[in-house]
């Protein structure tokens, strides 16, 4: 088994690590948090890049599914469809990587390259922390790798289909997540036990 893993939610940066893990065969597990609610894009990207890559990325299912949940609490929609599956997916391993960068969010701006996530109890790397969003893109266009059609329709970041609106110009590229409640993320990345 593997003693790293990858969680992807299949963002443009997560769609750069797919190709670099996918490319160089590195023994990285890669799954996603199928929360059950993400965009018909997002599930044909998936198979995509199992296609293109001849690779397997695992579903890991929610712990629990409360309908409509988000409408309510999201917080702890969140917490069953995406944070207590994740602990549970990381079990066993020594590190997790992730595809956050630096000028996503505030509270994204100090993560380091290799940290120390007290939150799962395991080393998280973060190898984009420095790329720009041109960095982004310039990867993925001269190595065409697929990605998902939503972000020409004005979605920078895609989460569940609830949760995620398009934003319109100016705007900070996760302003459609969450919009309209206080919260821009879903607890994956937030330093420290809830
Ligand atoms: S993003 Fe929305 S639908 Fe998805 S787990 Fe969080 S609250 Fe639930």
Known sequence: MPRVAFATGFGAEGCVLIDLIGREKLPIDIFTLDTGVLFPETYALWRALEAKYGITIRAVPPAQVI???WES????CCDLRKVQPLREA???FGAWITAIRRDQTPERANAAVVESDTKFGLIKINPLVRWTHDDVWGHLYAHDVPTNPLHQQGYPSIGCTPCTSPIVPGENLRAGRWRGVAKTECGLHVKGDK
């Open 67 to 69: 309908d409509k949940l």
């Open 73 to 76: 609490d999201p917080d702890r």
């Open 90 to 92: 990381l079990r066993g």
